[in-house]
């Protein structure tokens, strides 16, 4: 995997975790799975010879967009004096770039 690939998956795994400390697990167990299986994804794809630069560049993306959708929805609830869970949103259809 290229060096720029593997630190925007590294920073990506990072954002989950922080997010799964927070609490993701109890709160937005299908939002933090989705996003957990995007990044498995984004890795295969990365180290892919049969995965274009865009496919590879979309793949991030859409991993980016869960972790980063995690990170803020625990920051909310965080924020709130109860800290509790927000109701799950309905996870992020995937359908840019999939074949």
């Known amino acids: 995997?290229?060096?720029g690939f593997?630190?925007?998956?590294?920073?990506i795994g990072t954002r989950i975790?922080?997010?799964?400390k927070q609490g993701a697990a109890d709160c937005t167990p299908r939002q933090l799975a989705?996003?957990?299986s995007e990044l498995v994804r984004v890795r295969q794809e990365a180290t892919s010879a049969?995965?274009?630069l865009n496919e590879t560049e979309a793949a991030f993306l859409r991993a980016e967009s869960l972790a980063d959708g995690l990170v803020v929805?625990?920051?909310l609830a965080a924020s709130r004096e109860?800290?509790?869970c927000r109701s799950e949103?309905?996870?992020t259809p995937v359908t840019a770039g999939r074949q």
């Open 17 to 20: 975790a922080q997010a799964e």
């Open 50 to 52: 049969r995965t274009s």
């Open 1 to 3: 995997m290229a060096v």
């Open 82 to 84: 109860s800290g509790a």
């Open 34 to 36: 989705a996003a957990k």
């Open 73 to 75: 929805n625990r920051q």
């Open 6 to 11: 593997a630190s925007r998956a590294a920073s």
């Open 89 to 91: 949103p309905p996870p």
